[in-house]
Each structure stands twice: as C-alpha cells, then as structure tokens.
C-alpha cells in the first residue's frame, strides 16, 4: 500500500508541477466563471468552485507533502554521505537536521561569521565547539564491511 501510494504522490506532484496542469486548471475556473450568467451567479454556481477547489487543495496538500519529506530526507542522507567522505570535513555536520532550532541558530551564526571572515581575506577557522571528528577518524573508527563481490571484508580507509 505505501508504494502505491508513494508512486501515486510522485506522479501527482510531477503532473501539478506542469504548465499543462495549470493551463487546465485556468481554463476549468474560466469555464466556470462564464456559466455565472447562466446560473444567475446564484449560490449553487459558487458552490460548485468553493468545494471543487477545497477538495482538491486538501488532497493536494498531503501528496504533495509526502514527496517533499522523502525528497527533503534524500537530500539529508546524499550531504551526510558527501559530509563522510571529504576528508577535511567536520563530521558534526552529519545529522545536523534532528538538532533543535536553538542548536541550529548557533551552528548557522558560526558557519555565516566564518564565512566573513574567509570573504575577508581571514583564514578559515573551525566551527567552535566540542572538537569535532574528520571523516578519516570516523572511517577508521567504523568496522571493516564485506565487498558485495567477494564477500571479503573492504577497507574503509581506501575509498
């Protein structure tokens, strides 16, 4: 059921995001808005779009969210990857999205004051703090993993 639903989410969000989709989606609210006269724009005729586009907003909203929290969570788990495997990165960094908005103020204010000064023409210092681990120090510190080929264990240090 949840892949279903996660194909169907995806197919939505990539359809809405069509300038077809809001070609048609003008042209029904223009179809409604010449049937007014019709109706006599009596309250019926309004109706018709209010629920029309509350629905549709409703569900739009859940799918549409759906998409970004695994988009937003790819996109964590590639910087988390890319933060592990340059070697002058500080690994702190990794997993930094499930810190409090407090904790995250602070890391942004340090990162935007180190990047002044590096504008300025200053050396680039670390982020201050608890000493921070490099991603050669975590990848010696991690256990050997089996090489899908040979089924040996694979050296970590030797990416």
């Not at 809001?22 to 724009?41: K, Y």
């Amino acid at each position: 059921m949840e892949k279903l639903f996660v194909r169907f989410a995806t197919l939505t969000a990539k359809v809405a995001g069509k300038p077809w989709t809001f070609i048609l989606c003008l042209a029904v609210v223009l179809a409604w808005a010449v049937t007014g006269p019709i109706f006599s724009f009596n309250e019926t005729w309004q109706l018709v779009i209010n629920t029309g586009t509350t629905i549709v907003t409703f569900l739009m909203v859940f799918l549409i969210q759906n998409t970004q929290n695994r988009d937003g969570a790819a996109m964590q788990a590639k910087l988390d990857e890319l933060v592990f495997a340059v070697k002058q990165a500080d690994a702190r960094f990794i997993g930094i999205e499930h810190l409090t908005e407090h904790e995250l103020d602070a890391i942004l204010a340090e990162v935007e004051a180190r990047g002044i000064a590096v504008h300025e023409g200053k050396p680039a210092r670390a982020i201050r703090g608890k000493p921070g681990k490099r991603a050669d120090d975590i990848s010696a510190e991690q256990p050997a993993r089996a090489s899908p080929k040979t089924g040996k264990a694979q050296d970590r240090t030797k990416a």
